[in-house]
């Protein structure tokens, strides 16, 4: 999985969505990108989509990818 975060805003808004929604913060995330691409804002969609794969790094309980 390849994850790209421009800035750490998108760290917080993970953050923030698993605080207020727990186990179901994917989801939101999810239907927040949804929500974005039914509007036609692609920028939020792909902003809300990767906050989505973040919450699923963050909830796996070891390193992913490369440890140096």
Request: glycine residues 8%.
């Amino acid at each position: 999985m390849h994850l790209y975060l421009a800035d750490r805003s998108s760290v917080t808004a993970a953050q923030e969505l698993i605080a207020t929604f727990g186990d179901e913060a994917g989801i939101e995330a999810a239907a927040r990108a949804d929500r974005s691409r039914g509007l036609g804002n692609h920028r939020h969609f792909c902003r809300w989509r990767q906050i989505e794969r973040l919450i699923v790094v963050m909830s796996v309980g070891r390193a992913v990818g490369t440890v140096h």
